[in-house]
Structures are given as C-alpha cells and as structure tokens.
C-alpha cells in the first residue's frame, strides 16, 4: 500500500514562508503524479498545486505566484514551498499521489497543520 508523510508545517507570521515536505514509499514515485491539497475548518478541501510524473504543475489561483510545488525522484519526495505566507492559508495541508494518466488522486497523507498568525 503506498504510504505518504508529510511534514513542515507549523506556526508561522504573515508574510513568513514554510517549506512542506511528503516521502513517498511503496510506489513507482516517477509514475505517479504527486499533489497537495488543503482543508481549512469547515470548508471544503481544495487543490493547492500538483505535478505530474513529467514535471508538469498547475496551482490554485488563490497560492499562484507564491507557492511552488517540486519533486526530487531520487529521494521519493515532493514538496511545496510557501512563501508569502497569509492567514487564508491556514489549514491543514494533505500529500496526494494518483497513478500517472489517472484522474483521482486516490493515496494521501495524514496531513500537517499550518498555522499562519496576523
């Protein structure tokens, strides 16, 4: 079964930046495309930025400009640099992985808090 861990998140000021990082283990990690999602306290959870097996991203309107998702094959990791940091970011943010020409991410992490502070 693949298996993701997050980590990185935590307690930041506005205008701060973190870095989240996601292992990924018992899975092909070059023929999955990897995301990262978000869910803040009673809303729904929301797709912040993904990257296909290719290398290929695509974000949310909302983080554009200020977050930036990458993977390191050789390490079984992707991560998603947030910079910028608002209190609108706050959630707790969740690793994803579906396999390669799929449409569902499908595995996903335990997640991580992110707390921004104003």
């Known amino acids: 079964q693949v298996q993701l861990v997050e980590s990185g998140g935590g307690l930041v000021q506005a205008g701060g930046s973190l870095r989240l990082s996601c292992a990924a283990s018992r899975l092909t990690f070059g023929t999955y495309d990897m995301g990262w999602y978000r869910q803040a306290p009673g809303k729904e959870r929301e797709l912040v930025a993904s990257?296909?097996?290719?290398?290929?991203?695509n974000y949310a309107d909302s983080v554009k400009g200020r977050f930036t998702i990458s993977r390191d094959i050789a390490k079984n990791t992707v991560y998603l640099q947030m910079n910028s940091l608002k209190p609108e970011d706050t959630a707790a943010y969740y690793c994803?992985?579906?396999?390669?020409?799929?449409?569902?991410?499908?595995?996903w992490g335990q997640g991580t808090q992110v707390t921004v502070s104003s």
């Open positions: 990257i296909t097996s290719r290398g290929s991203t």
């Open positions: 994803a992985a579906r396999k390669q020409y799929t449409s569902s991410f499908n595995y």
